[in-house]
């Protein structure tokens, strides 16, 4: 009887440690797409505020380079 009950919490374990560990996977995955999805948000922040700057501003930022075309 005492080696029934032990095997029945060996299978218990093992599965409840498959469930945590297919968890940890789902977890890591969504953290993964939101630190992709909150660096895209930065990227296209950077282009827009980038995009609203005056001529004098862009000037000023990146200089009289002297580049034509």
């Not at 080696?3 to 060996?10: A, L, Q, V």
Request: net charge neutral; charged share 50%.
């Amino acid at each position: 009887m005492a080696k029934r009950k032990e095997e029945s919490s060996s299978v218990l374990s093992e599965d409840i440690l498959a469930k945590l560990k297919e968890t940890k996977k789902e977890l890591l995955k969504e953290e993964q797409k939101q630190e992709e999805e909150k660096e895209a948000q930065r990227l296209f922040e950077r282009k827009e505020r980038e995009k609203n700057l005056s001529f004098a501003e862009l000037l000023e930022r990146h200089g009289d380079k002297g580049n034509k075309f």
